[in-house]
């Protein structure tokens, strides 16, 4: 295969050298000839030796690497992914008669850079976020059958909000592989759940949080807990099924939380500990009382660009000091940041100041981040977004 050559400036194929996956606009010195956004690329160092082959899209990031290797960019290549992806999360212990969810693939994590794929018992759902993925999203859908051993029998793409939008791709959401069969229950460490992958957020549920959901559980005992920002209740029936006394989940979607009472109705039916609101977290944040001692919060990413980082930050800060001065003494908070802008330093800053602000005593009893079938590329820092903390608060 012959590509398209995009030499760089000299110097600028350092970081590349340490196989980071991103090569920015600034970096290049100049075109063989003009790429289309999502054409595979040739890249060359300013001595004309090839450095990695990779996807080609307008903006900061203008190339994404697929390979440091010059190989062909095939069906091959594509499954081949496919399968080493698959195959970690099933030497993990992933894939099991109690959980039938999980993340198959995680963009740069899985060195398939602007593509993710949830997996719901027998549907995946692809997400592309590059113009390359889109052009490559038929051959990627028959490669996850086959690399599933037809485990998977149904793939739903769902980018159109994903896409750059300058790129005018006109994608549309559907089935590429199979069809809505009304069967949308999945399994995730034996709690069943309803997936609305067609209206839903993001791919229909928050992978990310299994492991942490699994966390909450052990504290739940005889606790009243608050799910705050619930979605679709996550959080909550993992506290049921830990023996919490009462369990509230406040969402401000409607929609989100009659999605939630369905899951708690499939998990405990007719159960009175768990009653649901559609509100706004801060409104109800001020009106309720000290009732609870477990209270999670798991906000929407507050910041997704470096320029609105302060603002998100005195959000994390406000946010946090509500639960503060509301929890009762000896209670647990379970809070988030999905922020990839965010850093570690800077949440656990702004928890820091709600704390202080408080004037609780306030100890960090557990630390928590992003599961196994979420991983970091050891050259991608980027690729670590989720960041928790577990307060033990007096």
């Not at 994390?316 to 000896?330: D, T, V």
Request: aromatic letters at 12%.
């Amino acid at each position: 295969m012959k590509f398209i050559k995009i030499q760089l400036k000299p110097g600028k194929e350092d970081s590349l050298k340490r196989f980071h996956p991103w090569i920015f606009s600034g970096a290049i010195a100049r075109f063989e000839a003009q790429p289309e956004e999502g054409d595979v690329v040739e890249v060359i160092d300013s001595n004309n030796k090839f450095i990695a082959l990779g996807h080609y899209q307008i903006g900061s990031i203008a190339v994404r690497v697929l390979t440091f290797e010059n190989e062909p960019i095939d069906f091959d290549f594509w499954k081949k992914r496919l399968e080493v992806a698959f195959g970690m999360r099933e030497s993990l212990g992933l894939i099991t008669e109690n959980n039938n969810t999980y993340r198959l693939v995680h963009g740069e994590g899985d060195y398939l850079p602007g593509l993710i794929v949830d997996v719901y018992h027998d549907t995946a759902v692809m997400q592309a976020h590059t113009p390359g993925m889109h052009y490559v999203r038929d051959i990627l859908a028959k490669a996850l059958v086959e690399v599933s051993g037809a485990k998977i029998k149904n793939v739903y793409y769902k980018s159109e909000t994903t896409l750059p939008y300058k790129a005018d791709l006109g994608a549309e959401n559907g089935y590429l592989i199979g069809e809505y069969n009304n069967s949308d229950i999945a399994l995730e460490n034996g709690l069943k759940f309803h997936v609305d992958w067609l209206r839903g957020q993001k791919t229909g549920f928050f992978v990310d949080q299994r492991e942490n959901r699994s966390i909450v559980e052990k504290f739940s005992n005889g606790r009243s807990v608050l799910n705050m920002f619930c979605y679709t209740g996550g959080f909550s029936f993992y506290a049921m099924r830990g023996g919490a006394k009462l369990v509230h989940s406040v969402d401000s979607s409607a929609k989100a939380i009659d999605l939630t009472k369905k899951n708690v109705e499939l998990n405990f039916p007719g159960d009175e500990r768990h009653q649901a609101f559609a509100e706004d977290a801060f409104k109800y944040l001020d009106r309720m009382g000290d009732q609870y001692d477990l209270i999670i919060l798991d906000p929407p990413a507050f910041a997704k660009h470096k320029n609105v980082l302060r603002n998100a930050l005195q959000g994390y800060r406000k946010l946090n000091a509500k639960a503060f001065e509301k929890i009762k003494p000896g209670g647990v908070l379970f809070t988030f940041s999905c922020s990839q802008v965010v850093s570690k330093e800077n949440f656990r800053l702004a928890v820091f100041s709600a704390a202080a602000q408080s004037g609780r005593r306030v100890r960090i009893i557990h630390q928590m981040t992003q599961p196994l079938d979420h991983p970091i590329n050891i050259y991608h820092p980027e690729g670590e977004y989720l960041k928790g903390l577990v307060l033990y608060v007096e």
